[in-house]
């Protein structure tokens, strides 16, 4: 057995027995078909085409343990304020029932911890869960070792007036924890559901994430996730939606933080007249690595995709985009779109970006296309022939570029949050004093 993956066989055997769910059959085998799995397949490497960007090797070598937990209780109100909404936070993977606020929910919305929610509603989370599937062994892992995560539920014909907050925090600076979140949007249900990611400065955490959402005839879910941990952490996410008759599936991805950071987001179409949007942030510096791989699966007929990815890496940075549009044979009527956008601010960073399209229809319009480039020269003369200095000159230029994406965000309040985070990032930090 690889010295690599015998850590997590270990912390299986520790952990496996005080998960919650532990004592239902079906989910105690599902979890160790799950581990079995993981320890035949590893953890990807650069060999498989979808990872050949992007080496786990470093994240392989780690060793995490609990302990040394510090307050996050700041952070978390620093999302908080100004925001409306319903709030579950986990720190360290597990429920934080005194930072989360979910009393007076409307009838016909359900928000909890998964780790309180089997013995009411066991059948309806099976349904949902996965399963054990030919495919990466990180997916493997999480549903090996995932113990707690959110049970989002709408009743039919249900509209949550309120966003759903799900925040999931790093306390301890060399722990690994694993989060499972699920989301049931029933027919003619609407719900806007954000995940925000953050960590203790400095923290070298390990989160693996993985969201997976049902939805029913007509119903429509617009979907956020801001990732903010540490530089020093480590991320692996997966957002998997399953879409019905009609339904509308909006995906906002924006990466921020984390040493390395890796998105999956697929949606599969199981019926006509769906629509997505997939729009996509993510900003790179030091040496720091970011990887979004999407996969907008048209199924059925006379369905609808847009999708949005826009990326801007700094000093060393490196940032990949791997989209792949797959039309299947007789889902004539598809309407797909898909563009990403690359920005360097130095010579030394790097972008991979690879936008496919796979058409086995005849009666398809769709498109793709991808750019990489610097900052305009022409831009950047006209800014500095008006009396602005340069480091300013290119951080307006760049913050111009990253707008058309956080534009798309709806939510006012968060927004405002990326935009001021997006500032602070900025090479020249001139425009910092708008962000307040």
């Keep these: 057995m690889s010295t690599e993956l015998q850590p997590w066989a270990d912390a299986f055997g520790q952990r496996a027995g005080g998960l919650p769910g532990a004592r239902l059959p079906w989910l105690a085998a599902l979890r160790q078909q799950a581990l079995d799995r993981f320890m035949t397949e590893g953890w990807p490497t650069p060999h498989i085409e979808a990872w050949r960007h992007t080496s786990l090797s470093p994240l392989a070598?780690?060793?995490?343990?609990?302990?040394?937990?510090?307050?996050?209780?700041?952070?978390?109100?620093?999302?908080?304020?100004?925001?409306?909404?319903?709030?579950?936070?986990?720190?360290?993977?597990?429920?934080?029932?005194?930072?989360?606020?979910?009393?007076?929910?409307?009838?016909?919305?359900?928000?909890?911890?998964?780790?309180?929610?089997?013995?009411?509603?066991a059948e309806a989370i099976e349904a949902v869960y996965g399963r054990v599937e030919q495919g990466y062994g990180t997916s493997a892992l999480n549903l090996a070792l995932a113990g707690d995560g959110a049970w989002i539920r709408l009743s039919r014909a249900v509209v949550a007036e309120q966003p759903i907050h799900i925040v999931c925090a790093a306390a301890s600076p060399k722990a690994a924890h694993f989060l499972r979140h699920l989301i049931v949007a029933e027919a003619g249900a609407q719900a806007t559901v954000v995940e925000h990611y953050i960590g203790v400065p400095g923290a070298a955490n390990f989160c693996h994430a993985t969201t997976r959402l049902q939805l029913g005839r007509d119903a429509r879910v617009t979907h956020l996730k801001l990732q903010q941990e540490s530089e020093q952490a480590w991320h692996l996410g997966e957002i998997e939606a399953t879409q019905g008759h009609g339904s509308y599936f909006g995906s906002h991805s924006v990466s921020l933080g984390a040493r390395l950071a890796r998105n999956d987001i697929i949606t599969h179409f199981a019926d006509e007249r769906c629509e997505t949007m997939f729009n996509g942030l993510y900003y790179v510096n030091q040496r720091r690595h970011v990887d979004h791989h999407t996969l907008i699966a048209h199924d059925k007929p006379n369905c609808v995709s847009h999708e949005n990815y826009r990326g801007i890496m700094a000093d060393t940075g490196h940032g990949v985009f791997c989209g792949k549009i797959l039309v299947a044979e007789g889902a004539d009527g598809t309407d797909a779109i898909q563009r990403t956008d690359s920005l360097l601010l130095s010579r030394l960073a790097k972008s991979?970006?690879?936008?496919?399209?796979?058409?086995?229809?005849?009666?398809?319009?769709?498109?793709?296309?991808?750019?990489?480039?610097?900052?305009?020269?022409?831009?950047?003369?006209?800014?500095?022939?008006?009396?602005?200095?340069?480091?300013?000159a290119r951080d307006i230029l760049t913050y111009a570029f990253a707008a058309t994406s956080v534009a798309r965000i709806e939510l006012p309040g968060l927004r405002r949050h990326v935009e001021r985070a997006l500032r602070g990032l900025l090479p020249g930090g001139s425009l910092m004093e708008e962000a307040a």
């Design 352 to 392: 991979d970006a690879r936008p496919e399209l796979e058409i086995y229809a005849e009666d398809v319009k769709c498109a793709h296309g991808a750019t990489v480039g610097q900052i305009d020269a022409d831009s950047l003369f006209y800014l500095r022939a008006r009396g602005i200095d340069e480091a300013r």
């Design 61 to 121: 070598a780690q060793s995490f343990q609990d302990g040394g937990r510090e307050s996050v209780a700041e952070q978390v109100a620093t999302l908080k304020a100004g925001e409306t909404g319903y709030w579950l936070v986990f720190v360290d993977g597990a429920y934080d029932a005194a930072l989360s606020e979910i009393s007076s929910l409307p009838d016909g919305v359900t928000v909890a911890a998964l780790s309180a929610s089997w013995a009411q509603d």
